[in-house]
Each structure stands twice: as C-alpha cells, then as structure tokens.
C-alpha cells in the first residue's frame, strides 16, 4: 500500500509530498490503516517540532532569575521602594507591601506613553 499526501505547511506555506508505504500484511485496508496511522504520527511530529521552536524563541528572550535582575528593591531601613525599570522610588514602604502599586504601574506605563 502506497499513500501520498501533499503536505502544505501552515506557517511557511512550503508543500512538500509525503510518501508513506505499508506492506506489513496482505490485508489491504489494514496497511491502509497503518498507513494513515503513520502519517497523522509524521504530521502531528512536524507540528510538535514547531511548537518546541516556538517555545525555544520564547525561552531564548526571558531574562534569567539572578541577583541584580529584579525590578523593584524593597529597602525597609531607609523607608525606600525603587522601580529599577523605571527609577520611580517612595517612602510608603507599608503602602506598597499592602498592594498600593498603582504608581508603579502609572510610571512604566508612562514610560511607553513617552515614546
């Protein structure tokens, strides 16, 4: 049994013809059904490999989680909390533990808004 499938790739639009050939019985509707079995098994791979690449560009962009790579410093002793994105810092040190981050919000987006 021989099963042709002309394959259009939905992201690139590249076609491609996939040949797949089953003998492994002489039944002929049971290679056709393994035929067909391994070719969802070839597409569902193919689309499985575009996912994993579009994870990797995803991952590639994230910055790592060390010291020196956070964005806000909660500084209790001088009654300071800074935005490193920003440089917008209060004394409110119990306001912002309390969830008051509306300013903080306001400045980074303010910073898009300057563009």
Do not use: C
Request: overall charge neutral; aromatic content about 10%.
């Amino acid at each position: 049994m021989r099963l042709r499938y002309q394959y259009k790739d939905p992201y690139t639009g590249e076609e491609e013809e996939i040949l797949i050939e089953n003998t492994e019985t002489r039944d002929q509707p049971k290679n056709r059904e393994n035929a067909l079995r391994n070719l969802r098994s070839i597409l569902y791979e193919k689309e499985m490999n575009h996912r994993r690449e579009e994870q990797m560009k995803i991952e590639a962009g994230k910055k790592k989680i060390e010291w020196g790579s956070q964005i806000r410093s909660y500084v209790f002793d001088d009654r300071r909390v800074k935005d490193h994105r920003t440089n917008y810092q209060t004394s409110d040190v119990q306001g912002v533990m309390d969830g008051n981050i509306d300013a903080f919000i306001k400045a980074y987006l303010m910073m898009f808004g300057a563009d």
